[in-house]
């Protein structure tokens, strides 16, 4: 399942490499990339992987969780 959660105060890349890197090893998220120029981190999670976890994991890293959103496109 592909989700997109913004967040706010994603100030550089190594912010967003930081965050991404700690979602990665987190139990149930399969793969995690942020973009500090959209305030946003594209993850993919297990379907046992409820949103308020996502919420927790973001938070403990420092960073606040405006929403989280199912991803849409054409390959998600």
């Given at each position: 399942m592909k989700k997109v959660i913004e967040v706010?105060?994603?100030c550089c890349e190594r912010c967003a490499r930081r965050l991404a890197g700690t979602l990665e090893?987190?139990?149930g998220v399969?793969?995690?990339k942020a973009n500090y120029k959209k305030n946003?981190?594209?993850v993919?999670?297990?379907s046992t992987m409820p949103d308020e976890k996502l919420r927790?994991?973001?938070g403990e890293a420092g960073f606040e969780v405006l929403s989280i959103a199912p991803r849409k496109?054409?390959?998600?």
């Amino acid at each position: 399942m592909k989700k997109v959660i913004e967040v706010s105060d994603l100030c550089c890349e190594r912010c967003a490499r930081r965050l991404a890197g700690t979602l990665e090893l987190s139990e149930g998220v399969v793969k995690a990339k942020a973009n500090y120029k959209k305030n946003s981190i594209f993850v993919e999670v297990l379907s046992t992987m409820p949103d308020e976890k996502l919420r927790e994991i973001v938070g403990e890293a420092g960073f606040e969780v405006l929403s989280i959103a199912p991803r849409k496109g054409l390959f998600a």
